[in-house]
């Protein structure tokens, strides 16, 4: 049975940082594309960041410069630091895994991510991020 696993969401105040971690298990992490996604309160889900099996990261531009995602393969985990956090950041945060050139479009164009788009999907963490 495959899982991922979102931790790390919390409330914070603009300005302040905080850490994703998602927890992979039932897969080979290393086959796949791995990726953040979010959805703002009333807005459609949208892709935040994602990395590619050979470590190649992309963002949307509203995160560039500000989030940081990683992987290690060995611990079957997907972390996103996010710094210098928003009101607009906040949302149900998501991770995702596939396979094929769609996630990296999806990030990269802020094209809505739909549950059909990506094979696997964690359940959520809730980031508040306050003014």
């Known amino acids: 049975q495959v899982q991922l696993v979102e931790s790390g969401g919390g409330l914070v105040q603009a300005g302040g940082s905080l850490t994703l971690s998602c927890t992979i298990s039932?897969?080979?992490?290393?086959?796949?594309?791995m990726g953040w996604f979010r959805k703002p309160p009333g807005l459609e889900r949208e892709g935040v960041a994602m990395?590619?099996?050979?470590?190649?990261?992309t963002y949307h531009h509203s995160v560039k410069g500000r989030f940081a995602i990683s992987r290690v393969d060995g611990d079957n985990s997907l972390v996103l630091v996010m710094n210098s956090l928003k009101p607009a950041d906040t949302g149900v945060y998501y991770c995702?895994?596939?396979?094929?050139?769609?996630?990296?479009?999806?990030?990269?164009?802020?094209?809505?991510?739909?549950?059909?788009?990506?094979?696997?999907w964690g359940q959520g963490t809730q980031v508040n991020v306050s003014s």
């Open positions: 990395i590619d099996s050979a470590g190649s990261p």
């Open positions: 995702a895994a596939d396979v094929g050139p769609l996630m990296k479009i999806v990030v990269e164009t802020g094209a809505v991510a739909r549950e059909a788009d990506f094979a696997y």
């Open positions: 039932g897969i080979t992490m290393g086959d796949y594309s």
